[in-house]
């Protein structure tokens, strides 16, 4: 967190928002690409393009950032992942905060009813505390983070090693194999943290799909 503010410093809110949502940032990509990246990247930024469109009166950086999430992370990550998994089970999922009503009544309060200091959600907790246990609404925030770091290092180890690491391997060669190799090393180190993982899944994906779509 301490690298993720450093590299925020004296950037405008969109940048900062990108920095903290991108897997792979313009000079890792640089590197690892072997065609040249930025002459290749001919699309406008999406966050760019969203933030523009976003209208908040109050100047209010948060609702901002939250109004961007809604038409990225949202749509594109967390809830396409949920529909296709529970689909795919026969399970019918629909999250009640969802309703298009709840949505535009929440997105109407102000940030300053939402955030203080270290506590998020007070008003959402405040409506709840008659409902909801108190152990509940005071516990800290648990996630529904994939374990990628277990898969990767054993049901997926081979498999990415035949297709990312392997001189032999079929893959797009697209990554050059010595960054890759450097990313699965640091991986693979005692003190490997988060954010390599998730960039070794990325590539692994792109890859599987590749073998899929474009042989």
Request: with cysteine; charged share 25%.
């Amino acid at each position: 967190r301490g690298a993720a503010l450093i590299k925020n410093l004296g950037l405008t809110h969109e940048q900062q928002h990108l920095n903290l949502v991108d897997c792979f940032g313009r000079v890792e990509l640089e590197k690892l690409c072997k065609f040249d990246y930025m002459e290749e990247y001919t699309g406008e930024n999406i966050f760019e393009n969203i933030y523009r469109s976003i209208s908040t009166d109050d100047g209010d950086v948060v609702r901002a950032a939250q109004l961007a999430d809604l038409q990225t992370y949202m749509a594109e990550d967390i809830l396409m992942k949920v529909d296709k998994m529970s689909m795919a089970h026969g399970l019918e999922v629909r999250v009640p905060f969802l309703d298009h009503k709840v949505v535009e009544m929440a997105m109407r309060i102000p940030t300053i009813y939402n955030l203080k200091g270290n506590q998020r959600k007070l008003a959402l907790k405040e409506s709840m505390s008659d409902l909801v246990p108190s152990e509940f609404l005071k516990r800290s925030k648990h996630g529904f983070t994939a374990p990628v770091d277990q898969w990767l290092k054993n049901d997926l180890k081979e498999v990415f090693g035949d297709l990312l690491l392997s001189p032999s391997s079929t893959n797009s060669g697209l990554f050059e194999r010595r960054e890759v190799q450097i990313l699965w090393q640091k991986f693979s180190g005692v003190n490997c943290h988060v954010g390599i993982s998730e960039r070794l899944w990325t590539l692994l994906c792109f890859e599987m799909w590749n073998n899929v779509y474009h042989k």
